[in-house]
């Protein structure tokens, strides 16, 4: 079964993955820090936003796929998709503003959180039955 529909929200969850990084190369550049965060909130701030994408988007890009994988209707996948890359761009946006918008932080969890839950109940149900 070809993949077709999980490449396309990897390669968004990519795009604001690779904004998240280069917001963190740039403020490194700018204010000369080359390791750590030197105690600069601000540096510190970008940072955990990046991280955060590095550390949930990959298990949810796993279990969309294993989700596709598993013939799932395509409309599931598809709105899998659209939940985690919405999810990760206001969770990157809330991160980044200042100050922070802890409304659009707890949004884009929340959405990327159900991704990974249901994704990974729909998985067992499946393979249990």
Not at 5 to 12: D, E, G, Q, S
Request: proline letters at 4%; one cysteine or more.
């Amino acid at each position: 079964m070809p993949v077709t529909i999980t490449p396309i929200y990897a390669a968004l969850t990519a795009f604001i993955f690779l904004t998240l990084s280069w917001r963190v190369i740039r403020y490194r550049h700018a204010h000369v820090i080359s390791l750590g965060d030197k105690g600069d909130k601000n540096l510190l701030k970008r940072m955990r936003a990046q991280a955060n994408c590095a550390e949930y988007a990959p298990i949810a890009l796993i279990i969309i796929l294993l989700v596709e994988l598993s013939a799932a209707p395509a409309i599931a996948v598809h709105l899998m998709g659209i939940a985690l890359v919405a999810g990760r761009a206001l969770h990157g946006y809330g991160f980044a503003s200042t100050p922070q918008k802890i409304i659009l932080r707890q949004i884009g969890m929340l959405l990327t959180l159900l991704v990974i839950a249901l994704g990974a109940l729909a998985l067992l149900v499946h393979s249990i039955f």
